[in-house]
T-cell receptor, first 113, second 112 residues
Framework: NAGVMQNPRHLVRRRGQEARLRCSPM?????VYWYRQLPEEGLKFMVY????????ESGMPKERFSAEFPKEGPSILRIQQVVRGDSAAYFC???????????FGPGTRLTVL | GQQVMQIPQYQHVQEGEDFTTYCNSS?????IQWYKQRPGGHPVFLIQ?????EVKKQKRLTFQFGEAKKNSSLHITATQTTDVGTYFC????????????FGKGITLSVRP
Protein backbone atom coordinates (compact mmCIF):
# COMPACT_ATOMS: atom_id res chain seq x y z
CA ASN A 1 0.00 0.00 0.00
CA ALA A 2 1.79 3.10 -1.24
CA GLY A 3 2.02 6.00 1.15
CA VAL A 4 1.27 9.61 0.39
CA MET A 5 3.12 10.69 -2.71
CA GLN A 6 4.23 14.17 -3.54
CA ASN A 7 5.93 15.46 -6.63
CA PRO A 8 8.14 17.01 -7.47
CA ARG A 9 10.39 16.50 -4.45
CA HIS A 10 12.40 19.59 -5.31
CA LEU A 11 11.22 22.53 -7.36
CA VAL A 12 13.18 25.61 -8.36
CA ARG A 13 11.37 28.63 -9.71
CA ARG A 14 12.35 32.19 -10.57
CA ARG A 15 10.43 35.08 -9.09
CA GLY A 16 7.17 35.62 -10.94
CA GLN A 17 6.81 32.05 -12.19
CA GLU A 18 4.13 29.59 -11.15
CA ALA A 19 4.67 26.58 -8.91
CA ARG A 20 2.42 23.51 -9.01
CA LEU A 21 2.75 20.96 -6.26
CA ARG A 22 0.99 17.62 -6.50
CA CYS A 23 -0.15 15.23 -3.80
CA SER A 24 -1.63 11.77 -4.16
CA PRO A 25 -3.19 10.61 -0.88
CA MET A 26 -3.00 7.11 0.48
CA UNK A 27 -5.46 4.64 -0.99
CA UNK A 28 -8.80 4.94 0.75
CA UNK A 29 -8.08 8.42 2.12
CA UNK A 30 -10.39 11.21 1.02
CA UNK A 31 -9.11 13.96 3.32
CA VAL A 32 -6.07 15.98 2.26
CA TYR A 33 -4.19 18.68 4.15
CA TRP A 34 -1.44 21.02 3.01
CA TYR A 35 1.17 22.48 5.37
CA ARG A 36 4.05 24.86 4.88
CA GLN A 37 7.25 24.61 6.86
CA LEU A 38 9.84 27.36 6.78
CA PRO A 39 13.42 26.52 7.75
CA GLU A 40 13.77 25.98 11.50
CA GLU A 41 10.03 26.50 12.01
CA GLY A 42 7.03 24.34 12.72
CA LEU A 43 4.23 23.17 10.50
CA LYS A 44 1.80 25.84 9.42
CA PHE A 45 -1.60 24.61 8.31
CA MET A 46 -2.69 25.98 4.96
CA VAL A 47 -5.77 24.17 3.65
CA TYR A 48 -7.94 21.10 4.19
CA UNK A 49 -9.79 19.52 1.29
CA UNK A 50 -12.05 16.62 0.58
CA UNK A 51 -12.82 15.39 -2.91
CA UNK A 52 -13.94 18.40 -4.96
CA UNK A 53 -14.43 20.55 -1.86
CA UNK A 54 -12.32 23.01 0.12
CA UNK A 55 -13.32 22.52 3.75
CA UNK A 56 -10.97 24.90 5.55
CA GLU A 57 -8.62 27.36 3.90
CA SER A 58 -8.02 29.54 6.91
CA GLY A 59 -4.25 29.16 6.60
CA MET A 60 -3.98 30.04 2.94
CA PRO A 61 -2.64 33.44 1.93
CA LYS A 62 -5.43 35.42 0.32
CA GLU A 63 -3.56 36.05 -2.90
CA ARG A 64 -1.53 33.91 -5.29
CA PHE A 65 -2.27 30.59 -3.51
CA SER A 66 -4.97 28.12 -4.48
CA ALA A 67 -5.68 24.45 -3.93
CA GLU A 68 -7.90 21.84 -5.44
CA PHE A 69 -8.67 18.16 -5.02
CA PRO A 70 -10.53 17.03 -8.11
CA LYS A 71 -12.72 13.96 -8.38
CA GLU A 72 -10.00 12.23 -10.35
CA GLY A 73 -6.29 12.78 -9.88
CA PRO A 74 -4.07 14.29 -7.24
CA SER A 75 -4.56 17.34 -5.09
CA ILE A 76 -2.80 20.41 -6.47
CA LEU A 77 -1.37 23.35 -4.55
CA ARG A 78 -0.76 26.21 -6.93
CA ILE A 79 1.34 29.28 -6.22
CA GLN A 80 1.21 32.03 -8.79
CA GLN A 81 3.88 34.70 -9.25
CA VAL A 82 6.18 33.18 -6.66
CA VAL A 83 8.33 35.38 -4.46
CA ARG A 84 11.43 34.54 -2.46
CA GLY A 85 9.38 34.30 0.72
CA ASP A 86 7.51 31.33 -0.74
CA SER A 87 10.66 29.21 -0.45
CA ALA A 88 9.78 26.48 2.00
CA ALA A 89 8.96 22.80 2.35
CA TYR A 90 5.36 22.05 1.51
CA PHE A 91 3.95 18.89 3.05
CA CYS A 92 0.77 17.13 2.13
CA UNK A 93 -0.95 14.74 4.50
CA UNK A 94 -3.98 12.51 4.12
CA UNK A 95 -6.32 10.78 6.51
CA UNK A 96 -9.17 8.32 6.32
CA UNK A 97 -11.53 10.50 8.38
CA UNK A 98 -11.30 14.11 9.46
CA UNK A 99 -9.57 13.65 12.85
CA UNK A 100 -7.86 10.37 12.12
CA UNK A 101 -4.10 9.94 12.01
CA UNK A 102 -2.52 12.01 9.28
CA UNK A 103 0.04 10.37 7.02
CA PHE A 104 2.52 12.79 5.55
CA GLY A 105 4.16 12.74 2.18
CA PRO A 106 7.89 13.38 1.75
CA GLY A 107 7.28 17.02 0.93
CA THR A 108 8.18 19.35 -1.93
CA ARG A 109 11.08 21.68 -1.29
CA LEU A 110 10.41 24.87 -3.21
CA THR A 111 13.25 27.26 -3.86
CA VAL A 112 12.54 30.63 -5.43
CA LEU A 113 15.53 32.31 -6.99
CA GLY B 1 -9.40 29.91 18.07
CA GLN B 2 -8.19 26.69 19.57
CA GLN B 3 -4.46 26.58 20.20
CA VAL B 4 -2.11 23.76 20.90
CA MET B 5 1.06 25.02 22.51
CA GLN B 6 4.49 23.52 22.85
CA ILE B 7 7.10 25.45 24.78
CA PRO B 8 10.07 25.69 24.54
CA GLN B 9 10.79 25.38 20.83
CA TYR B 10 14.26 23.91 21.30
CA GLN B 11 15.91 21.74 23.88
CA HIS B 12 19.42 20.37 24.12
CA VAL B 13 20.34 17.39 26.28
CA GLN B 14 23.38 15.25 26.92
CA GLU B 15 23.15 11.71 25.63
CA GLY B 16 21.88 9.49 28.40
CA GLU B 17 19.85 12.19 30.12
CA ASP B 18 16.08 12.00 30.37
CA PHE B 19 13.91 14.44 28.45
CA THR B 20 10.34 15.58 29.03
CA THR B 21 8.25 17.92 26.95
CA TYR B 22 4.69 19.11 27.30
CA CYS B 23 1.80 20.00 25.06
CA ASN B 24 -1.01 22.25 26.29
CA SER B 25 -4.38 23.08 24.82
CA SER B 26 -6.66 25.99 25.61
CA UNK B 27 -9.66 23.67 25.22
CA UNK B 28 -10.54 20.06 25.98
CA UNK B 29 -9.40 17.60 23.37
CA UNK B 30 -11.01 14.40 22.11
CA UNK B 31 -7.64 12.89 21.43
CA ILE B 32 -4.04 13.90 21.09
CA GLN B 33 -1.45 12.55 18.71
CA TRP B 34 2.33 12.82 18.63
CA TYR B 35 4.50 12.95 15.54
CA LYS B 36 8.26 12.97 15.00
CA GLN B 37 10.12 14.65 12.18
CA ARG B 38 13.75 13.74 11.67
CA PRO B 39 16.05 16.42 10.21
CA GLY B 40 15.35 16.65 6.49
CA GLY B 41 12.40 14.29 6.76
CA HIS B 42 8.67 14.47 7.11
CA PRO B 43 6.44 14.10 10.19
CA VAL B 44 5.72 10.51 11.12
CA PHE B 45 2.91 9.42 13.40
CA LEU B 46 4.06 8.03 16.74
CA ILE B 47 1.01 7.50 18.92
CA GLN B 48 -2.55 8.51 19.75
CA UNK B 49 -4.02 9.00 23.22
CA UNK B 50 -7.77 9.04 23.71
CA UNK B 51 -8.69 8.40 27.34
CA UNK B 52 -8.27 10.76 30.28
CA UNK B 53 -5.07 9.92 32.14
CA GLU B 54 -4.00 7.40 29.51
CA VAL B 55 -0.35 6.35 29.48
CA LYS B 56 1.31 4.56 26.60
CA LYS B 57 4.88 3.41 26.18
CA GLN B 58 7.01 2.78 23.14
CA LYS B 59 10.40 1.45 24.24
CA ARG B 60 12.07 4.47 25.90
CA LEU B 61 9.22 6.86 25.06
CA THR B 62 6.32 7.39 27.48
CA PHE B 63 3.26 9.39 26.47
CA GLN B 64 0.60 10.63 28.85
CA PHE B 65 -2.75 12.35 28.38
CA GLY B 66 -3.78 14.64 31.22
CA GLU B 67 -6.79 13.96 33.42
CA ALA B 68 -8.59 17.02 32.07
CA LYS B 69 -7.63 16.10 28.49
CA LYS B 70 -6.06 19.50 27.98
CA ASN B 71 -2.42 18.55 28.12
CA SER B 72 -0.05 15.77 27.26
CA SER B 73 3.54 14.87 27.94
CA LEU B 74 6.27 12.97 26.17
CA HIS B 75 9.09 11.54 28.25
CA ILE B 76 12.20 9.96 26.77
CA THR B 77 14.36 7.89 29.07
CA ALA B 78 18.13 7.88 28.53
CA THR B 79 18.16 9.85 25.31
CA GLN B 80 20.17 8.62 22.36
CA THR B 81 21.43 10.44 19.28
CA THR B 82 18.72 8.66 17.30
CA ASP B 83 16.14 10.65 19.27
CA VAL B 84 17.09 13.92 17.58
CA GLY B 85 14.31 15.58 15.65
CA THR B 86 11.23 17.68 16.09
CA TYR B 87 8.32 16.32 18.10
CA PHE B 88 4.87 17.67 17.30
CA CYS B 89 1.69 17.16 19.25
CA UNK B 90 -1.66 17.49 17.49
CA UNK B 91 -5.09 17.64 19.06
CA UNK B 92 -8.68 17.31 17.99
CA UNK B 93 -11.16 19.68 19.59
CA UNK B 94 -13.67 17.80 21.75
CA UNK B 95 -17.24 17.72 20.55
CA UNK B 96 -16.46 18.80 17.03
CA UNK B 97 -15.63 16.63 14.09
CA UNK B 98 -12.69 18.84 13.22
CA UNK B 99 -9.25 18.50 11.80
CA UNK B 100 -6.18 18.16 13.99
CA UNK B 101 -4.44 21.29 15.24
CA PHE B 102 -0.67 20.94 15.40
CA GLY B 103 1.62 22.55 17.94
CA LYS B 104 4.76 24.29 16.71
CA GLY B 105 6.91 21.39 17.84
CA ILE B 106 9.97 21.05 19.99
CA THR B 107 13.32 20.35 18.36
CA LEU B 108 15.49 18.05 20.42
CA SER B 109 19.24 17.90 19.99
CA VAL B 110 21.36 15.32 21.78
CA ARG B 111 25.05 15.85 22.54
CA PRO B 112 27.01 12.59 22.24
Amino acid sequence: NAGVMQNPRHLVRRRGQEARLRCSPMKGHSHVYWYRQLPEEGLKFMVYLQKENIIDESGMPKERFSAEFPKEGPSILRIQQVVRGDSAAYFCASSRTVADTQYFGPGTRLTVL
Amino acid sequence: GQQVMQIPQYQHVQEGEDFTTYCNSSTTLSNIQWYKQRPGGHPVFLIQLVKSGEVKKQKRLTFQFGEAKKNSSLHITATQTTDVGTYFCAGELAGANSKLTFGKGITLSVRP
